[in-house]
């Protein structure tokens, strides 16, 4: 069974940077690929970054493209979002995610929590102005 557990949300300013961390264990960790994803308070859980595995390539929403990068440690079987130039419209729960592994995914099912199967628990980011 495989499990997801994040750490490293809090409170920031704007400007600020946060580095987020989701652990993984109970399977190969090099075989799925990882997503972030992030819901804020009455909206729709949105997208925010990805990183394929096997390669490495990475996907990011336009809205953190050039401020958030998304990293993994296989050794430690860790995956990271590094958060800079933080807003106050960065404010949410943060999760990350896991698929199956099983198949190729496109870059557009990387890009939505429907194509990943194992879930954290969520961490929350709070970011004031």
């Known amino acids: 069974q495989v499990q997801l557990v994040e750490s490293g949300g809090g409170l920031g300013q704007a400007g600020d940077s946060l580095r987020l961390s989701c652990a993984f264990s109970?399977?190969?960790?090099?075989?799925?690929?990882m997503g972030w994803f992030r819901q804020a308070p009455g909206k729709e859980r949105e997208f925010v970054a990805a990183?394929?595995?096997?390669?490495?390539?990475?996907y990011y929403a336009d809205s953190v493209k050039g401020r958030f990068s998304i990293s993994r440690d296989n050794a430690k079987t860790t995956v990271f979002l590094q958060m800079n130039s933080l807003k106050p419209g960065d404010t949410a729960v943060y999760y990350c995610?896991?698929?199956?592994?099983?198949?190729?995914?496109?870059?557009?099912?990387?890009?939505?929590?429907?194509?990943?199967?194992?879930w954290g628990q969520g961490t929350q980011v709070t970011v004031s102005s």
């Open positions: 990183i394929r595995w096997p390669g490495g390539t990475t």
């Open positions: 995610a896991a698929n199956r592994g099983d198949a190729y995914y496109s870059q557009s099912a990387l890009q939505d929590g429907r194509f990943y199967y194992y």
């Open positions: 109970g399977r190969t960790a090099s075989s799925f690929d």
